[in-house]
């Protein structure tokens, strides 16, 4: 019944839902669905893990970057390129960058 009812709660949630509104669609208080969430310390010292990890899902999906700004690899480029002696000039023209952002991009 309890697995069943977090089953639901999660769905709710999932499905634009705020944590209240889920946890009185399912009939349970708003604490149980912190702790669902959240998960608790009991007492004893025992704890219990969340029903779901709410904060590792937006972490796992890469965000795109603007074609304004320098992407990391890129920015290697830029360094392995001035370490081997290659101008600021050459670097931009071959990254199709302006020549101040290549110069700004390799990080000494």
């Known amino acids: 019944m309890c697995a069943a009812r977090r089953r639901r709660y999660v769905e709710h949630l999932e499905a634009g839902m705020n944590f209240t509104q889920a946890a009185r669609a399912v009939d349970v208080s708003k604490r149980t669905g912190k702790v669902w969430r959240n998960g608790r310390t009991r007492s004893n ?35 392995d390129w001035r370490k081997a002696g290659m101008s600021g000039r050459g670097i931009a023209r071959t990254l199709n960058r302006p020549a101040a952002t290549a110069s700004r991009g390799g990080g000494g």
């Open 45 to 79: 010292g025992r704890n219990e893990k969340p029903s779901v990890d709410w904060y590792r899902s937006t972490v796992d999906i890469p965000q795109k970057i603007s074609s304004r700004y320098l992407s990391q690899d890129e920015r290697i480029s830029i360094a």
